[in-house]
């Protein structure tokens, strides 16, 4: 255990966002996601949290993980196939999580869109959240000393 950092964010979760880069994108995504499938297409890591929502994780990755303030968006949602203007539950919190750490809302793309840019992920991380559209991508900002 190390102070001040959220349990939820394991060993292999903790290495594997570290090892993100300026412009790299993390898929966090839900039990339904075919994860195995575009961990392998990307070439990324995949690491499994089967206890947990993904808003859980997502509010844990926030805290540690800054986004892109080059890039706006620099996360996305899925859209509701056949209602894209419509909010899921999970997509309402993800909103809400990324204002309480001080982000920009997402964007959101067409369910066959987010596919595609997940496959360009070097992290997916696929929770247990059994909802459907509890999904979102984020990209990695920078810390910096000026």
Same mark, same amino acid.
């Given at each position: ?6 349990? @939820? ?5 903790? $290495?594997? =966002?570290?090892? @993100?880069?300026? /412009?790299?994108?993390?898929?966090? +995504?839900?039990?339904? $996601? #075919? ?5 392998? !297409?990307?070439?990324?890591? =995949? ?5 947990? %929502? %993904? %808003?859980?994780? @997502? !509010?844990?990755?926030?805290?540690? @993980? #800054? =986004? ?12 509701? +196939? /056949? ?5 899921? *539950?999970?997509?309402?919190? $993800? ?9 920009? !809302?997402? /964007?959101?793309?067409?369910? $066959? *869109? ?19 559209? *509890?999904?979102?991508? =984020?990209?990695? /900002? ?5």
């Amino acid at each position: 255990m190390l102070k001040n950092i959220s349990p @939820l964010l394991t060993p292999q979760l903790l $290495f594997g =966002l570290a090892k @993100l880069g300026h /412009g790299d994108d993390v898929a966090l +995504v839900d039990a339904n $996601f #075919p994860a195995d499938r575009i961990a392998e !297409q990307a070439h990324a890591i =995949l690491v499994q949290l089967p206890g947990l %929502t %993904t %808003t859980q994780v @997502l !509010q844990a990755v926030l805290s540690v @993980l #800054p =986004l892109d303030s080059f890039d706006n968006p620099c996360s996305w949602t899925m859209q509701v +196939v /056949g209602d894209a203007q419509s909010v899921p *539950a999970p997509v309402a919190e $993800f909103k809400q999580a990324l204002n309480d750490a001080g982000e920009n !809302q997402p /964007g959101s793309l067409e369910r $066959f *869109a987010f596919y595609e840019q997940a496959r360009s992920a070097r992290l997916v991380v696929q929770t247990g959240d059994l909802r459907k559209y *509890a999904n979102i991508l =984020l990209r990695k /900002g920078v810390i910096s000393t000026d």
